[in-house]
């Protein structure tokens, strides 16, 4: 099947999807959809086919098809009826944290760091295309309230709300492992985002990913940002960033908060204000 630019297809609808046989008959309906990793391009791979009996199997993308028919309750087909030998046991096909990522367990509904708005904002749908191989591919996730009301059926409403598109190759997996997924914009984008936006950013992020974006910006911003951040997060990122080169910025002190009579610590490159101890 060639890739038809044409075609949106969204999470929440395929979710609904039954997957049947060649001849038409039901095994269950999609549960979920994998993808090898949160990068640009990357094709799902696996599917989860909750059967009946609360039986689970996932499968190879490879042993189904999307038909070219525009009814979605009818777009996929198994290749073969030989499942026996993917059926998963575990509650959850895969652990958070595993490498892998599941669509619906791990994206859809997930917080995101919202850099256009400098807001938390959270996926209401999951976009996708279909590849060259048939498969389909996440492009975008829309973060508008439109896509949720659609999801809930309120469809005639939701068609007057305006979407709120961010581009998959914007999104990186901020999270820890083991945790509910967090997303933020890709740290390559960060470079042309105000201070501001980069310190709201920090705030709400992982330590060790706060200071993954802080080094991925300009070192005049991220010492902006650093400043404009409340005292203990600044103390704790400025010990997990590495030694900077000689031009590194110097994160001063705050007039209203820090009293005459300190001096500066340094540490790993960056100085941070302290009060100076005094005798008792």
Known sequence: ???????????????????RTADGRSLGRLRDLRIERLAPGSPVDRVLLGAGRGDRYVLPWSMLYLTPDDSVAST?????????SHRVVDAEPAPPGSGAVWLGRDVLDSQVVDLSGSRLSRV??????????????P??????????????????AARHLPRVIVPWDDLYLASAGGHRSELAVSTDRLGRRDASVVAEIIARLPLRRSAEVLQAVPSSRAATAL???????RHRLVRLLPARRSDAPVVTHDPDS???GRRLLRTAGWRVPRPRRTSR
């Open 227 to 233: 400043a404009a951040s409340n005292r203990a997060l």
């Open 258 to 260: 820090v009293t005459d």
């Open 124 to 137: 209401s749908e999951v976009l996708l295309r279909v590849d060259h191989h048939g498969a389909p591919v």
């Open 139 to 156: 492009v975008a996730v829309d973060l508008g309230v439109g896509a949720l009301m659609a999801r809930i059926g309120l469809r005639a």
């Open 76 to 84: 996929l087909r198994l290749r073969s009826e030989e499942i026996g």
């Open 1 to 19: 099947m060639t890739e038809d630019p044409e075609r949106e297809l969204t999470l929440t609808q395929l979710l609904a999807t039954r997957i």
